[in-house]
């Protein structure tokens, strides 16, 4: 029920899981209750891998491109 809109595609998620666990988006969410979407400036795969690890406490970026690595650091 909730987007991030990332420099190359976009990522579905819930909403909920985010306001817990990520506080930039809760901050995004306090401000704005009706906030069904973001748009963050990053690649996807490192958006995904950094809620990854906001949710499951790990992420895997073994098999990453130079390009996804640099963007994620």
């Known amino acids: 029920d909730f987007k ?3 420099k190359n595609g976009t990522i579905e998620t819930v909403r909920y899981l985010l306001y817990l666990t990520i506080d930039r ?3 995004e969410i306090d401000a704005n209750p009706s906030i069904k979407s ?3 400036e990053h ?4 958006v995904q891998q950094m809620i990854d690890y906001a949710l499951k ?3 895997d970026m073994m098999d990453a491109s130079p390009d996804i690595l640099d963007d994620f650091i």
Request: aromatic content about 6%; hydrophobic content about 40%.
């Open 43 to 46: 690649q996807k795969e490192s």
């Open 25 to 27: 988006i809760h901050n």
């Open 38 to 40: 973001i748009v963050i």
């Open 57 to 59: 406490g790990s992420f």
């Open 4 to 6: 991030i809109h990332t």
